[in-house]
């Protein structure tokens, strides 16, 4: 049982995406992916890092704020010439995210995985969205934020995350050709949204 999650920041794929996998009793696959990654290209964890959330020097700040939570996970501090090119990078990351999804499935967050996983069978394809400023409201609530810096996180988490797939996939997360099924979660509760995904992957399934 496969479901991938793209979520816009504030849309609720944090929220959804665990309670989801519980319903579903499958693994949730999130943030454990770089050090998968790290492992199989035989780098330190920061580079994989790094390499997730950022594909250009626009998002140098967020290297400097997470490289060094490489170093928590027993990572040394990498050098420039230790840098992984970029395709071995995407093609580790998908195989991480393939043989997951093919040994124990999963719903899987972000990651281009709706790309990634096309082609698995009867595997659901979800977007999460809304209008900004409703994203950015609820960011400011559930992480009890001032607007003004949930406003900055919308800001530079979209634009990563766009950055991401646009980068190694040359495709627009908005793009709804790339799901089944897209919602709004700034007009449906979160907890409705679960519902709605679990039926649907109930349905779908053989």
């Known amino acids: 049982m496969v479901v991938t999650i793209s979520a816009s920041y504030g849309a609720g794929g944090a929220y959804v995406g665990p309670r989801l996998a519980e319903r579903l009793e499958v693994p949730f ?4 992916i770089p050090n998968e990654v790290a492992q199989r290209l035989a780098v330190p964890l920061a580079e994989a890092v790094r390499h997730d959330e950022s594909t250009g020097s626009v998002f140098e700040r967020f290297i400097r704020v997470l490289a060094p939570a490489g ?18 990078y995407r093609d580790a990351t998908e195989q ?3 043989q997951q999804a093919e ?9 281009a995985a709706a790309i990634v996983l096309k082609d698995a069978p009867r595997a659901l394809h979800v977007r999460l969205y809304g209008p900004r400023a409703l994203r ?3 960011a400011a609530a559930m992480e009890g934020l001032p607007r003004e810096e949930a406003e900055r996180r919308l800001v530079d988490n979209d634009r990563a995350r766009e950055a ?5 996939y040359g495709a627009d997360p908005d793009d709804l050709s ?16 679960v519902d709605m995904i679990a ?4 349905r779908r399934s053989p």
């Open 178 to 193: 790339l799901y089944h099924l897209a919602i709004d979660t700034t007009e449906v509760d979160l907890d409705c949204c």
């Open 103 to 111: 040994e124990h499935g999963g719903v899987f967050l972000g990651r």
């Open 71 to 88: 170093l928590a996970f027993g990572a040394r501090p990498f050098l420039e010439h230790e840098l992984v090119d970029d395709a071995a």
């Open 164 to 168: 991401y797939v646009h980068h190694f």
């Open 136 to 138: 950015i409201e609820r």
């Open 199 to 202: 039926s649907a992957v109930e």
């Open 29 to 32: 696959v999130d943030r454990a």
């Open 96 to 98: 991480v995210i393939r």
